[in-house]
């Protein structure tokens, strides 16, 4: 019934807002579907329709609530896709939500840090300096003087959200079962991906650890600012960090008035993003204009921690080993990786596919990255899929809207950005330490505690086979005999394999002394 009330008030906003209008218009408005709209529209004839249409859409976002607030986010770093008008109204929901009362942040703080508010800050600014769906911001000073930013969860949001992620499961349910492509898009599976982070960005404990770990990732980087957390402030509804100072990314006028490069600027945010995906496999995975500012020495700032990606070795392998063939406009080698990933039916014809992807993806090189409608480049992706069966990644979902913000912010930097020539020698660079001698180094120091505690353990399995004397249990005594004497040999060679590395290493470090 919960599900059903809160359907009813989404169609009741959409209507009131005039938002009909985004989907029956023209000649579409003559069909049932119209006919109906038209009809609940004159039981709602009190309604305004006098503002622009990217304002009444960005109304109704705010008016339905987070989630649909964070949509609308998403879609604002869009501006090859969406109208002007509606990114840039849609561009305030980043930081022009309206906030909420600042005696519920006081007891916010209170209840979560177990004292007043004027016990715990020297100062606290009662006006918040941002506002967005999940939390606001206001400024203080600790007792010791240091500026600080106190981010405060939303009070009481916990049961629309839980609402809302229903509705939204029930929906992709429907596509699955109504649509063709349903199950392969696995629409289940990504909003089960999106409700795990939304409920992780509502915890502020793990958003603090996440800028801790991504702090400490980048300690000393000249490209790269994260703020420092001030732990003995945090709580899962309140995290106090460092306040920055800097510019906002998107005011690039300002950024050029001082001083700042920023064409070498935009190639150094391309760096620090593949820094963060293939050197730590941990990134941030809500890289949008409003958390990216720049400091007074020209170095990225980044904020808001709640949405964290996480990508393992294989993961790194294989992406690394799709993009260097992308460079290498090597589109055999993409349509294998796909195969021996089985993200494609295992009867695909390599050479079928190969030729799709030429015919994607080749027009988008030498050119400028003004020039590439990567909206379009998506779509004809996606009809390819389509025809081969192929079938998205959960798990790498978050990379790809991250990649989409990188070309968005890209884009409004430097349009004559080669976003292709700027990442190539760090992957090149990234597959040769993984794959060089570097990278056998580092595998062998990772699997020698490993062999070292089976290897003494062998001659004590054996003794316990031999001592066994149950004739009924002869052949498993020999099948075990034989498994071990393979598992030992296998692992025999591997020592030897390992000592003979060693060996060499040692060899070539005294010549190279």
């Not at 402030?233 to 960090?241: K, L, S």
């Not at 379009?376 to 390819?384: G, S």
């Amino acid at each position: 019934m919960g599900r059903l009330i809160r359907l009813l008030k989404i169609i009741h906003i959409a209507l009131r807002f005039g938002l009909d209008e985004f989907v029956f218009v023209g000649d579409t408005a003559a069909n049932r579907g119209g006919r109906v709209a038209g009809l609940v529209a004159k039981l709602l004839s009190h309604r305004n329709l006098s503002a622009p249409r990217a304002q009444r859409l960005r109304l109704a976002l705010e008016a339905l609530g987070p989630i649909f607030v964070k949509f609308g986010q998403m879609l604002s770093t869009r501006r090859d896709l969406l109208p002007t008008d509606i990114a840039d109204e849609l561009a305030k929901l980043q930081d022009q939500v309206p906030p909420f009362p600042n005696e519920l942040a006081a007891a916010q703080i209170e209840q979560s840090l177990g004292r007043p508010v004027a016990e715990i800050f020297a100062s606290f600014d009662a006006q918040p300096v941002a506002s967005a769906s999940i939390a606001q911001v206001h400024f203080a000073v600790l007792p010791d003087g240091t500026e600080a930013a106190v981010k405060i969860l939303r009070p009481g949001m916990m049961p629309v959200v839980r609402r809302d992620l229903g509705l939204l499961d029930s929906a992709a349910w429907l596509i699955e079962h109504l649509f063709a492509d349903g199950k392969r898009l696995r629409p289940r599976e990504v909003v089960a991906e999106f409700a795990k982070h939304l409920h992780d960005e509502m915890d502020l404990m793990r958003e603090a650890a996440n800028a801790n770990q991504l702090r400490r990732n980048f300690a000393g980087s000249p490209f790269l600012i994260v703020p420092e957390i001030y732990w003995d402030f945090c709580a899962p509804a309140v995290m106090t960090m460092q306040r920055m100072q800097g510019t906002p990314i998107s005011q690039v006028d300002k950024l050029r008035e001082q001083g700042v490069d920023i064409p070498k600027f935009a190639r150094a945010g391309v760096e620090i993003f593949f820094a963060q995906v293939f050197r730590d496999g941990y990134f941030h995975a809500d890289m949008h204009p409003g958390n990216i500012f720049v400091s007074g020495t020209g170095q990225y700032i980044a904020l808001d921690f709640g949405i964290m990606g996480t990508l393992t070795d294989v993961d790194k392998n294989y992406l690394a080993t799709n993009f260097l063939a992308f460079f290498q406009r090597d589109y055999r080698r993409v349509a294998e990786a796909h195969l021996e990933a089985g993200w494609v039916p295992a009867g695909t014809r390599i050479d079928e596919l190969e030729a799709a992807i030429r015919a994607v993806c080749e027009p988008i090189f030498d050119r400028p990255l003004k020039e590439i409608k990567f909206g379009h480049v998506l779509l004809r992706l996606f009809q390819t899929s389509r025809r081969f069966g192929v079938e998205i990644q959960p798990q790498l979902v978050m990379l790809q809207k991250t990649l989409l913000n990188i070309e968005g912010m890209g884009r409004d930097l430097d349009p004559d950005l080669d976003l292709w020539t700027t990442a190539k020698p760090y992957l090149v660079r990234w597959m040769s330490e993984q794959m060089g001698w570097r990278g056998l180094t580092r595998s062998i120091k990772a699997e020698a505690p490993r062999w070292a505690t089976l290897l003494p353990q062998l001659p004590r399995l054996l003794h316990k086979l031999l001592a066994t004397d149950r004739l009924d249990d002869f052949d498993k005594i020999m099948r075990g005999l034989h498994a071990e004497q393979r598992s030992r040999n296998r692992l025999l060679g591997w020592a030897i394999a390992l000592l003979a590395a060693i060996l060499a290493w040692q060899v070539l470090a005294t010549l190279l002394r």
